[in-house]
């Protein structure tokens, strides 16, 4: 728009954006560019130029946006590990070579980071000399009116009989009624305009806004980051119950993802117990025999004495804060307590058993590993149903979360139960070099134990017995230090703040001139708005009707 | 009242509200058809010719002119009272449940909230924004979503699980479906924008009533300058904040988080475009399209395509979570 620059005038007050066609004196001297005498300076300056152009930022914008689309549709190993080593085995062609493109990582490759890295450059190099700028025009006059006003797109004009002076005072009135900064007449001393004519502006905070809008991101960026490199996530099945409990150290965690720059000294000290832990079921409606609430009681001290023990709710939604470190309740489920005897009637295993839930109704399934047993190792693998019935088809099920009538169901198996001798899951049993144990009474089957808690039963061929004492509940807790997450938040809060001034504060600049003419005084109106999104024709409309009006009465 | 009645009262809400779009659309159909019938000047002639689309040059029909205005008039009272039941249906699905609650705990609600929101949207702005010319393709869209909510996404009433209950989730919720009303209007103006460009103005049909192509996309622009921030406000602030309590980590990369970025990011392109030489109109609204296009694959695709997602409204609980089980080593 050539007759935006026309008007920004010389002064440049709010430059036009970098990228836009306004065009730049500076650098580009009369010595300027002779074709192939670009020296590495000027090189490096027009490298610059394009990256901190509003074209670049946009073009990056994009790239970002569709750089982040594969990590939404291929499973992300920092998301859910589970998932995605799963899907890895059932593609093995595609593995690796996704794994080369870093696919299962998207949001840590380098590509990723070249990309935000680029647009972090390119945001500071355009913010930086806006902030300059700005900060000269906040002292700035507004910019002398053009000369002929009536070329602008939203303008007007009429005659009145009225003297120039009076219809320029009462638009200087008005104007300032309306919060415009008015220019300080400049005396006819500058030529280029006598002082025929109001000069007003309004809107100033827009550009501030904007500036802090991209400020902001920054800082955003650096609280995420922060989080991302010095903080951790970990999680842990802890059993509820006196005789389990759990000690913040890297030992005790069941899986633990640490950012590349944690270190294990941060991590505060504490230990809690989990006292009990309720649920309150939804008895009625659709969902019923679903959980709707959860509560878990715990006792958590910080000295190393426990002289400090407080006890708290934890809850859904309800974190439980010790100093810097977080504590969430993400899960629940049912522990039965095993024991199982072996053949020379010693206790080989004894404790409660994490069985992991399979769906929402808690059938959860698990493994025991008798490894001290002696003659032969003993393991058992099964299912737990918390509510036990037999279906209308008469196969076993689980009427509900709830333990209303808890039943194991379990095989066994006997032999090595770690040919390997490497660390194994505690839920999967390996029966690779361990046998069936079949059923006595009909060797074709294998047995299954069908249990309730305070059953015994003894198991062929001397192997022992397995005992189902009772059943406990276990939580899992994700615990995790995010620092940072307080700059990020007041970032985006200062982000949208920012916005908020930018997008609907809606910078204006709006020139009154009248002159003596034939027919009486000519006075011609006209605005221009720089945002692009106001409705300046209504601007000028209702300031001509105001200067019209005040004269009539 | 009780409530099983509430939720009844609710469907047959919903059905109301179908019917009396449904009947406003007709009624805007038939606006239309007598605004293409309107045929005085050959249409070749003014096609191209750059002519604006309000120079008065038709002798005007006064008998058609009528017609025009009365079913235009017509179909915005239908809308209006189709709004109103519309909001009987939300209000219902609300007071159904025990406790009270907002309504949109699964997609069926979603969808009926999000609706609803494009709808009252365009009654509000209406006279602001001179937006009968809208009217048939609002009346469309909303009408065939709450047929398809009807048909295929309809869930009973239910509880919230603890998860959901938070009033976090309330703002966010809340604020996710006015910024996707916001952009879907803004959205529809930005594809009327880019049919209007390709036909040139027109002096006769529905083209005719369309306003010029600045008009529209200041209009657009100012409904996405609404819409952005809220947005912002849902996806950057209310989301991770209760994302943190729930999940404990406050971004996740989960799909839909992810697909939410990449909204903002598109309309932040939008945004910049608008002030880019060289992507102002026809660019700028491909974007607004784009992000459009984004702001529905979230809402209708992810739950669909992705299971990871833990925003994934067929699995509310987020307890039992077995996520990591097969880490846990044994010495
Ligand atoms: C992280 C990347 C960025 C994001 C998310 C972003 C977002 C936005 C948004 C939402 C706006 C609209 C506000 C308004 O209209 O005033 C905007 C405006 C603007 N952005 Fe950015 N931006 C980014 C990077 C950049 C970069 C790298 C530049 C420098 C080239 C830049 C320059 C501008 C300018 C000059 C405006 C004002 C446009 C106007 O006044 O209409 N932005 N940005």
């Known amino acids: 728009m050539t007759q935006r620059s026309s008007v920004t005038g010389p002064e440049g007050r709010i430059p036009d954006f970098p990228g836009e066609e306004s065009p730049e004196p500076d650098g580009q001297g009369p010595d300027g560019r002779r074709p192939g005498e670009l020296n590495l300076r000027e090189m490096l300056r027009w490298a610059w130029r394009q990256l901190t152009s509003m074209r670049t930022a946009l073009v990056l914008l994009l790239l970002l946006a569709l750089a982040a689309v594969p990590g939404s549709l291929i499973p992300q190993s920092g998301v859910d590990s589970l998932k995605t080593s799963r899907w890895q085995d059932a593609h093995t062609t595609l593995t690796p070579i996704y794994r080369k493109l870093g696919l299962f990582d998207v949001y840590s490759t380098p590509w990723f980071g070249a990309i935000y890295v680029l647009l972090m450059i390119s945001l500071i190099g355009c913010i930086l000399p806006r902030l300059r700028v700005y900060w000269r025009g906040l002292r700035a006059q507004p910019p002398a009116a053009p000369r002929h006003l009536l070329r602008l797109p939203d303008s007007s004009s009429y005659t009145t009989a009225e003297e120039p002076e009076a219809v320029l005072a009462r638009a200087r009135t008005l104007l300032k009624k309306q919060r415009y900064r008015i220019r300080a007449s400049t005396g006819p001393a500058t030529g280029e305009t006598a002082d025929d004519a109001v000069s007003g502006e309004r809107g100033f905070l827009r550009e501030a806004g904007n500036l802090v809008f991209h400020l902001s991101i920054i800082l955003v960026l650096v609280g995420f980051a922060m989080g991302s490199l010095l903080g951790y996530k970990g999680g842990v099945i802890v059993v509820v119950g006196k005789d389990a409990g759990f000690t913040n150290t890297l030992s005790q965690y069941d899986d633990f993802d640490p950012g590349s720059l944690f270190s294990e000294s941060r991590m505060d000290p504490f230990t809690f117990n989990i006292d009990d832990f309720k649920v309150s079921w939804i008895n009625s409606g659709p969902k019923r025999g679903m959980a709707k609430g959860f509560k878990s009681e715990l006792t958590y001290c910080q000295k190393a004495d426990c002289s400090d023990a407080t006890k708290y709710d934890l809850r859904v939604n309800h974190p439980l804060k010790i100093g810097g470190t977080e504590v969430f309740l993400i899960g629940h489920g049912y522990a039965p307590v095993i024991t199982v005897r072996d053949g020379q009637g010693n206790v080989a295993y004894s404790g409660p058993t994490v069985f992991l839930p399979q769906n929402q109704t808690f059938f959860s399934f698990g493994v025991v590993k008798a490894s001290a047993a002696k003659p032969e190792q003993i393991g058992l693998q099964g299912v737990f149903y918390p509510t036990f019935i037999m279906d209308d088809d008469g196969n076993p099920a689980t009427l509900m979360g709830n333990d209303l009538n808890p039943l194991i169901s379990m095989h066994v198996y006997a032999g090595d139960l770690n040919p390997t001798g490497g660390p194994q899951s505690v839920y999967a049993l390996d029966t690779s070099a361990a046998k069936q144990v079949m059923n006595p009474d009909n060797p074709k089957q294998p047995l299954r134990l069908d249990m309730k808690p305070g059953q015994t039963v003894a198991l062929p061929n001397g192997l022992g017995s397995v005992t189902f004492d009772s059943v406990v509940r276990w939580n899992r807790l994700q615990i995790s230090q995010s620092p940072g997450k307080d700059l990020a938040l007041i970032g985006v809060v200062l982000c949208l703040v920012g916005l908020l001034g930018s997008l609907f504060i809606r910078p204006r600049r709006v020139w009154v001139r009248a002159r003596r003419g034939e027919g009486g005084t000519l006075v011609e109106v006209a605005a221009l708005d720089r945002s692009g999104g106001g409705d300046t024709a209504a601007v000028v409309r209702s300031l001509v009707e105001a200067l019209q009006k005040e004269k009539q009465s | ?331």
């Not at chain 2, 996710?176 to 959205?187: D, E, N, Q, V, Y």
């Not at chain 2, 002030?275 to 979230?298: H, K, P, S, Y």
Request: aromatic share 14%; charged share 10%.
């Open chain 2, 1 to 331: 009242m009780t409530d099983t009645s509430w939720g009844m009262l609710s469907n047959q809400a919903v059905g109301a509200a179908g019917v009396l779009y449904f009947l406003a659309l007709i009624a805007h159909l038939v606006e239309w058809s007598a605004l293409s019938a309107r045929k005085r000047v050959p249409a070749e002639a003014l096609v191209g010719a750059g002519a604006p689309a309000e120079q008065p040059a038709v002798p005007v029909d006064e008998d058609r002119e009528h017609r025009v205005a009365l079913f235009g008039r017509l179909g915005f009272l239908l809308t209006l009272i189709a709004l109103a039941a519309h909001f009987v249906a939300l209000l219902g699905r609300g007071m159904a449940a025990d406790p009270h609650r907002v309504p949109w705990g699964n997609m069926y609600e979603f969808t009926l909230s999000g609706t609803f929101v494009v709808a009252a949207a365009y009654v509000v702005l209406y006279r602001r924004f001179d937006l009968h010319w809208m009217a048939p393709l609002v009346v469309t869209f909303v009408l065939v979503c709450l047929m398809i909510a009807v048909l295929w996404l309809y869930e009973p009433v239910a509880q919230l699980t603890e998860a959901l209950n938070s009033y976090w989730l309330v703002i966010h919720v809340i604020s996710a479906i006015l910024a996707t009303g916001a952009f879907t209007l803004g959205g529809i103006t930005s594809a009327v924008y880019l049919v209007k460009a390709r036909v040139g103005p027109r002096e006769t049909g529905w083209m005719s009533r369309v306003p010029s192509l600045e008009v529209l996309d200041r209009v657009a622009y100012r409904i996405h300058a609404f819409g952005f921030p809220v947005w912002t406000f849902a996806v950057l602030i209310t989301g991770p904040i209760w994302a943190h309590q729930a999940w404990s980590s406050y971004w996740n990369w989960d799909p839909k988080e992810v697909w939410a970025f990449i909204t903002w990011v598109v309309y932040a392109g939008y945004l910049h475009a608008r002030a880019t030489a060289g992507w102002r109109g026809r660019n700028a609204a491909i974007l607004a399209l784009v992000g459009m296009a984004t702001l529905w694959f979230n809402f209708i695709g992810i739950n669909y395509f992705s299971t990871t997602s833990q925003h994934s409204y067929a699995a509310p609980a987020p307890v039992p979570s077995t996520e990591h089980p097969a880490l846990a080593i044994q010495g």
